[in-house]
């Protein structure tokens, strides 16, 4: 039987393959033990995944509840988007993100 931190190393590179081979982009913090898919918190040694208030575990289960979220018309990702000030002209950037209602 392996030790459980031998276990982790395995999930933690086994689910940010599987979110890469999706196609879902996501940011690495603490050396990859937990990993942030837009607003979501996952940490992938354990499987425990956090959108606000619901919470799950695994990876494929988060796989799931990002493309069904993405199937309603919500974004996980952030933009920037060039605009021109309709009241001076100047250029702005802004940043945009869709958020639960």
């Known amino acids: ?7 982790r190393a395995e999930n933690r590179d086994s689910s940010k393959q599987m979110l890469s081979d999706k196609g ?9 033990a937990h990993l942030k898919v837009g607003r ?3 940490w992938p040694g354990t499987g425990l995944w956090k959108d606000g208030n619901f919470e799950d575990r695994g ?3 988060l796989i799931a509840y990002i493309k069904s979220k ?3 018309g919500e974004s996980f990702t952030v933009t920037n ?5 309709p ?3 100047k250029k702005i ?7 639960n209602k």
């Open 40 to 42: 979501i918190d996952f």
């Open 24 to 32: 879902i982009q996501f940011t690495e913090h603490n050396n990859g």
């Open 70 to 72: 993405e199937r309603k």
């Open 87 to 89: 009241h001076c002209g």
């Open 59 to 61: 990876v494929k289960n």
């Open 81 to 85: 988007a060039k605009h021109e000030c």
């Open 93 to 99: 950037i802004v940043t945009l993100q869709r958020r």
């Open 1 to 7: 039987m392996k030790p459980d931190w031998d276990k």
